[in-house]
Every structure is written in C-alpha cells, then in structure tokens.
C-alpha cells in the first residue's frame, strides 16, 4: 500500500518506448474515492463481475483521507491484490487524486516487463489521444479549436504514452478537472474522439456521489460542502433509466454479496464466472 503524507502532487510523465508490445493491448483503470464505501464495493464488483478481471490490467483506488467503513474495504481488497491502494493522509480531492493514481502508473512502467505494461489498442485504430463521453455542454466545447467535443472525466480514456506529458497539464482541482487538459491536447493537434459509454449502456455513471456523501455528513472543513447541499442528488449522465438500471444492479450486489463485509467482497469479486444484469 502506499501512503503519502504531503498533500501536494506532482505528475510523473509517461516514459517513452514501454508500450507493451503484445497483440492484446492492457488497460489500466484509476479512480478516486472519498468516503462512499458502498459505491466503491458496487464499482469493483462490476469490473470483476460484470466485465471480468482479464478486460483490465490494472485497478488503482487513490483514497482521500475516508473516515468511513471504506477505508476497512480497501484494505483487503489490496490485500487481495485485486486493486492497488493509494491511501493520502489528506483531502486532495478529485483532479490531484487521478493525477496521483496515473503517475503512480507511469513510474511502474519502467520496472515491470514488457508484458505487464499498459497501452490500449483504441488509440492506434483511432489515432486518438482520448476517448470518452462528451460532457455535451457547449460553453466547455467552445474552448476547443479542433475538435468537436469536451470529454467528461467520469469516462475517460487516455493514451499516456501522447497526452501524459509536457507541455498538456495533469488533472487539476478544479470542477471540472480534465478541461485544461483536453483544451493543450487539443492546441497540441491531438485528437479527442467521443464515444457513447453512456447512451449506449457501457457505463452507468450516477453522478454526485461524493458531493452526497459530503452534504448528508455535515462535512463543513470540505471545500465544495456548500455546493454539494445543493447538488446531492443524482443524475445518471441524463441516462432516462439511470435509476432502473441502479436498482436492478444493486439487487444483483445484494444478491450475491448479502451483507456488505470487506471478507465477503474480496470472496464475490475472486469468483471467475460473469454475471448478466438483466
């Protein structure tokens, strides 16, 4: 486990030449996670479950300080090694927490062969620095030169090896943490290719479930805590049956999981048979 004191972060490029080289390309997944123990449980049942283990090389969680159960989780699904946890002794938020997870990536690229490396085959079909769902407002598209649409970071794709580098910066804190990214990809001529992940069913994004967690605790020493009393609810990416489709999979969690235990979390997500949301 790593555990980092100082609350300030520095991007690690992507080394050039360590791409892997094998014909099934690798992905690496990073996310950021404060004080929503069941939403991270449902995220890596869904990847080990639903996806399967083989579709990802790799799961880093970068944890924001939780005070919650989540924190008891996260430990033994590291354990486990089904993730690699990235525990901060401080709030660092979203954008520092991603930049975090993909610089921690970064740095292991150089010390694991070739077979373990992360690239994606999308990009070199594509010729794409990015993939994602576009965030579809039109003030953030009107910042690009280039190219069509703003992609949302809650589904975002990126080939490190091209957009992890100076001069495009890392993620920042800020509300919307991949703009300043997406906007220097885009005057650097890279391309930033939309991809329906949530019209066509890919992903169901919930939306707000940190700001939630952050207003119904009374979290007043968090900086967004007067916007999240405002904004606690969620909203599904504009999916029309996002809440359908939440409760459908949150029987299937509770089916198979029953009562939420880091034990029985670890035991669900190692089966290696798939299951079917209806």
């Not at 890392?170 to 329906?196: H, I, S, W, Y």
């Amino acid at each position: 486990m790593t555990l980092l004191a100082r609350c300030d972060v520095r991007r690690t490029s992507w080394p050039s030449g360590t791409r892997s080289g094998g014909e099934r390309k690798r992905v690496g997944i990073v996310v950021a996670h404060f004080n929503t123990s069941r939403l991270v449980a449902h995220l890596v049942f869904s990847l080990y479950r639903l996806l399967g283990g083989s579709e990802f090389a790799q799961l880093v969680v970068v944890d924001n300080a939780s005070t919650d159960r989540s924190r008891q989780l996260l430990n033994a699904l590291h354990r486990a090694r089904l993730i690699h946890l990235i525990r901060n002794r401080c709030q660092r938020y979203h954008g520092p927490a991603l930049t975090q997870g993909i610089s921690w990536l970064a740095r292991r690229q150089l010390d694991v062969t070739a077979s373990e490396r992360l690239d994606y085959l999308v990009f070199e079909r594509l010729d794409a620095a990015a993939v994602g769902q576009k965030m579809g407002s039109p003030a953030y598209s009107r910042l690009l030169r280039h190219n069509r649409e703003m992609l949302d970071p809650f589904s975002l794709m990126l080939d490190p090896a091209r957009i992890w580098r100076p001069p495009i910066p890392p993620f920042l804190e800020d509300g919307a943490p991949a703009t300043a990214l997406q906007v220097a990809a885009d005057e650097g001529g890279l391309r930033l290719v939309e991809f329906p992940f949530v019209e066509n069913g890919y992903v169901l994004h919930l939306g707000r479930g940190t700001l939630r967690e952050v207003a119904n605790a009374g979290d007043t020493t968090n900086r967004y805590y007067g916007w999240a009393v405002d904004h606690r609810e969620y909203h599904f990416a504009g999916q029309g049956n996002g809440a359908q489709l939440l409760r459908a999979f949150a029987d299937l969690f509770d089916t198979e999981v029953g009562r939420l235990s880091p034990e029985r979390l670890v035991q669900v997500c190692l089966q290696p048979d798939l299951l079917v949301l209806a």
